[in-house]
């Protein structure tokens, strides 16, 4: 394997990218965590799966509500289809 003899210039800048870096991706953590205690005391209080919120705070966050309902308009189908499969 070769290794890299990084100039004066390049390893300051390695240096703040890694710094900055791993600052961003530790507040991520922090406030994803954070996110996480609220849904789950939300879900909680309101009796709805914490997952169920979190699908519906991404489709928002996407906004791509007409394609989830197209998506669930066909497994509908697709159940509806296949309902009396054990009567068969």
Do not use: Y
């Not at 070769?2 to 961003?24: C, D, G, P, Y």
Request: no cysteine; aromatic share 2%.
């Amino acid at each position: 394997m070769a290794t890299r003899n990084f100039s004066a210039e390049e390893r300051t800048k390695l240096k703040q990218l890694m710094s900055e870096s791993i600052s961003v991706i530790t507040e991520v953590e922090v406030l994803t965590g954070g996110l996480n205690d609220t849904i789950a005391a939300i879900a909680e209080e309101m009796m709805i799966k914490p997952n169920l919120l979190k699908k519906a705070i991404k489709m928002a966050q996407k906004r791509d509500f007409d394609k989830a309902r197209e998506d669930l308009d066909i497994i509908e189908s697709i159940l509806n289809s296949t309902s009396n499969l054990d009567n068969e």
